[in-house]
């Protein structure tokens, strides 16, 4: 695993370009399509069952875990591909909601890198992650995939797939404004980037601006657009904690509805969702008499709900 470690970091070339005045910014797209040509995965869309792909600013990560738990439940064999890892590159690909062991990881690993690197055709960091997770999912006898878009979605490595089953988008926010854009509307047009013609796409409410230039976008590719109503307090028992997560929950049932259909129903996504957890999402571990509260909040709205979820806490005395 050092030796995978250290390969990694030669690909790691610092944040993505800044777009230039006039120019877009460099698209990963074709060379993560030039990167899986080499692999011999050209026909990738033909070689994965149902996607379900989500882009957002905040809870996206959430709404593929709980996709991932519905699935679960449903008898389903999931792949989910999500990003960041907290402790091993492993967590970024799951198969059957764990993180894939040491010995696949080396095994698809190795043989990207090295076909991927006697083409000169080694990408950087981020995409790289993603043609792995495409080969890793490709050879493996999976029923749905759950794909959770890196930054933005127009141009993010994972939107190379010209046949998807269903798109998602949560809530939007202020971040990586040096990339997507410096107000609510163009940040809602990259993250509309992810939506194809006649594939189902579910948004959750949002500002104005914002859902102006979804339905816009989706209107333009010939996308079917929905909005998510948030789930009602109490209409769930869900595993994950903050009154933030109805929202989340909501897409998620959405999404998995639309992509499943009869193979899943309420008995299903009741257990799915009362049983999905994250690491570090309003996350609680108790050492001693210490407990512990964690949330990878780091934005102005997602840092809102994290305090709502704390004082709840406190007022429950559980913190």
């Not at 967590?91 to 006697?118: A, C, M, Q, S, Y």
């Not at 590719?221 to 009154?243: C, F, H, N, R, S």
């Amino acid at each position: 695993m050092q030796s995978l470690q250290k390969r990694l970091f030669q690909l790691i070339s610092g944040a993505p370009p800044k777009p230039i005045e006039g120019k877009p910014r460099i698209s990963p797209l074709q060379t993560v399509r030039n990167s899986l040509d080499v692999l011999g995965l050209s026909d990738i869309e033909n070689k994965l069952p149902v996607v379900i792909h989500v882009a957002g600013t905040k809870g996206k990560g959430s709404t593929c875990t709980m996709c991932e738990a519905i699935c679960l439940k449903a008898g389903l064999r999931t792949g989910l591909f999500t990003s960041p890892h907290l402790v091993k590159v492993n967590e970024r690909f799951r198969i059957g909601g764990k993180p894939i062991g040491d010995e696949l990881l080396l095994k698809n690993f190795n043989h990207v890198w090295k076909v991927l690197d006697e083409a000169n055709k080694l990408p950087a960091y981020y995409s790289f992650l993603t043609v792995l997770a495409f080969q890793i999912f490709a050879s493996e006898q999976l029923d749905v995939v759950i794909l959770e878009v890196g930054m933005g979605g127009r141009l993010d490595a994972t939107n190379v797939l010209s046949k998807k089953t269903v798109t998602g988008v949560t809530l939007l926010d202020y971040d990586h404004m040096e990339y997507l854009g410096d107000t609510i509307e163009l940040i809602a047009a990259e993250k509309a980037g992810i939506f194809l013609k006649d594939v189902p796409a579910f948004v959750l409410p949002q500002q104005p601006g914002a859902m102006s230039v979804l339905k816009e976008k989706a209107g333009e590719v010939g996308a079917p657009l929905q909005e998510v109503t948030p789930l009602q307090q109490g209409q769930y028992k869900l595993g994950m904690q903050g009154d933030h997560q109805r929202f989340n929950a909501a897409l998620a049932v959405a999404l998995c509805q639309s992509a499943l259909g009869d193979r899943i129903n309420d008995s299903i996504i009741r257990q799915g969702l009362e049983t999905c957890s994250m690491a570090g999402r309003a996350q609680i571990v108790q050492k001693q008499s210490i407990r512990y509260c964690f949330d990878g909040a780091h934005t102005p709205q997602s840092m809102k709900a994290c305090i709502k979820w704390f004082e709840s806490l406190n007022a429950k005395n559980c913190c």
